[in-house]
């Protein structure tokens, strides 16, 4: 597994109360805007939901993460992300991060949060932008 290289990494652990704004329509950022996709993950009972998650080269992805029970934690291995995921109802976790090379990552939780945490895990493929297709 290639090393992760990350460009840079932002707004760790940011916690924040309340929904965020309104998505734009899909493939359209908000006039003004940097480009930058949200990708919305829950954790809950060992599980991340998405576990599969499939970006983009280049792309700068913005992944907002929140528990529907006991704290937990953000982890891809091999790279510069870990962060704490406070518990239900303390706010969400957000990380931004663009990753360059193409692959498949492992992420998975990095805080003990019970009996099947070593399991708590999910896979981020990371494809070329060559692919994208434009509306
Ligand atoms: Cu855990």
Redesign the pocket.
């Known amino acids: 597994m290639a090393p992760l290289r990350y460009v840079y990494v932002l707004c760790l652990a940011v916690i924040s109360m309340g929904q965020a704004a309104p998505a734009p329509p899909p493939g359209q950022p908000p006039p003004g805007a940097p480009t930058r996709r949200i990708v919305r993950i829950s954790a809950e009972r060992?599980v991340f939901f998405p576990s599969r998650i499939t970006i983009l080269a280049g792309e700068e992805v913005e992944f907002r993460i929140k528990s529907d029970d006991t704290s937990?934690?953000f982890r891809v291995v091999g790279g510069d992300v870990n962060i704490a995921i406070p518990k239900r109802g303390k706010g969400e976790a957000t990380v931004v991060v663009r990753l360059q090379d193409t692959g498949r990552y492992r992420f998975e939780?990095?805080?003990?949060?019970?009996a099947g945490?070593n399991f708590?895990r999910g896979e981020l493929i990371v494809r070329e932008a060559d692919g994208r297709s434009t509306p």
């Open positions: 060992f937990h934690g939780c990095s805080r003990m949060c019970g945490h708590m």
